[in-house]
């Protein structure tokens, strides 16, 4: 990946998480926020039921008060410490009672619990109370109050008639009704349900809403169902349809009778469209904010990277122009900045490479000079001495012996003309590594040039009176041509052959092998000589350096040539006692392969 992508993706990630770390931390405060307010807000709707509550149990209170408290009540506790009551008498009494009294019910009981009369269930006289109204509170609570086809609930207060001797007591109250809730002022966004808990099972007509019957009550049948079972309070949340902003949470909040049994529960309700609203506007700004910072970072990483870059091109482009032989290429940055600094040590280095490499041609030269005056004198110190020699003798003879001049002569000529061609060839082969031809391509099987080559030394493999040499070819059949110069190929892979034959005068085995790697083709030469120790390795392929007796050290150096006029590379693998190998890597030239094929149909046509 490119520096420019890199930093863009960085700027772009960064301002993806800046941007996304910010919209999760304002949601979350906005969230606790609104969480915060609703349990407030849940908080003071609860106050304000409890305070509506007791208002209306105590207007329920002083009612009933003023009931146990009047003429009628008086009178029907004086009649009861006279003897057994005359239900009859009073089957009306607390219809009338409570209708003076604006109550929805009210009962005289006696101290027993037996209902001396009843105003919403006249003909109940005679019935035994369903609690004992002598451990009533003395305030009002809410109790279920049965009538003849149903069940209530209704807010109730028990007061005793102070009168006779017998006990009797007023239990009157209201309902608990739509119109109860109506009186009701929840803020905005809230609203406040009661379920009345008559029955073991959730029933939708139970449930008192402001508006009337609630719409998909089926969603509020869990939550009442888990308060009917613990009995203590608890928090839904209910999706009314599929959009989030209909979504409101439930606090569940049971309420108690005298006796501590849940009657009822009391749902108030948040809606949650307000915080569902928000938090899409803080999506949208964090997506908007998001699309802003990312062309702003495409923008700014643009911009950097041009300005960091582009001195990085130029330091590239000029370390490539160095690498490719120009070594006078500059870098043009004059900024006072790192790449500056960068850019003049990368000049100055380029200076002392050059003035190094001039140097270091210049010593090269002489040694190379010094080494090519070594090796010729060397070389041509072998001849000169039996040329001396001979010469020497010649003269010795014409004058001491005239008469043996001739045979010395026949004798010393022949030594003379060996000699004489010992120099020429000498200087041949200096002459020929001096001249070597630069490769003129032709498509070429390299698996038949091997073979080739093997054939021209099969009768040294098996020479006369040494032991014999076993030839291995493991190549490769699927080997496409390639674009090589035959013959020099042939030259430096024969010179390869010849040392692994030379390598082995006790016999052994040569391995040649072919195999392609990718758009290159291999080939390696292997013997199972002697080796070669570290040091020799390192200068092998170096001019006139030679591990035989009597060589010019030019062999190894020429095929070293041919590799590289060819573009391919030469290497060795060899261990002391452990044969040596010599690897040559070329390229398919497809270039020089298409040029050569092309000529040679040219040609043929």
Known sequence: MRFRRKLLLVFALTVFVCVAAVAWITSALARR???????????????????????????????????????AATRMALSLSHGPPDYAAYLDAAKILAESQQLDFLEFVEGDGTILSSAQWPARFGYKESFPVTTAPGVSFLHQEPLPDSTALSLIAVRRVAAGDSPLYVMGGRKLDKDFFASLEPPAGMKALFYQNLGPSFTPQFLITPTGAAQHWELLAPIVQQVQQRGNETTSLIHWSSSAADDEVIDAIPLAGADRQVLGILLVANSRRAYVELEQQI?????????????LAILLSGWIASRVTRPVEQLAHAAREIAAGHWNSKVNITSTDELGDLARSFDGMTRELLEQRERLVQTERVAAWRELARRLAHELKNPLFPLQLTVENLVRARQGSPQQFDEIFREGSSTLLAEIANLKAIVSRFSEFSKMPQPRFQPVQLNELVQDSVRLFQSQLSAPGRPPIACRLEVDRGLQPIAVDPELLHRALSNLILNAIEAMPKGGTLTLRTRHEGDRVVLE???TGSGLKPEERERLFSPYFTTKQHGTGLGLAIVQSVVSDH?????VRSNAGEGTTFAIELPRNGDQLQRAEAAQTTSGS
């Open 33 to 71: 926020a609104f969480e915060k307010a609703d349990e407030q807000r849940t908080a003071a709707l609860v106050a304000q039921f409890r305070r509506e509550f007791d208002r209306r149990g105590e207007d329920v209170g002083r009612r009933v008060e003023a009931v146990a408290q009047g003429e």
């Open 283 to 295: 999506r949208s700004a964090a997506i908007a904010s998001a699309a802003a910072g990312v062309v």
């Open 525 to 527: 030469v292997s013997d």
């Open 567 to 571: 573009g391919g590379r030469i290497t």
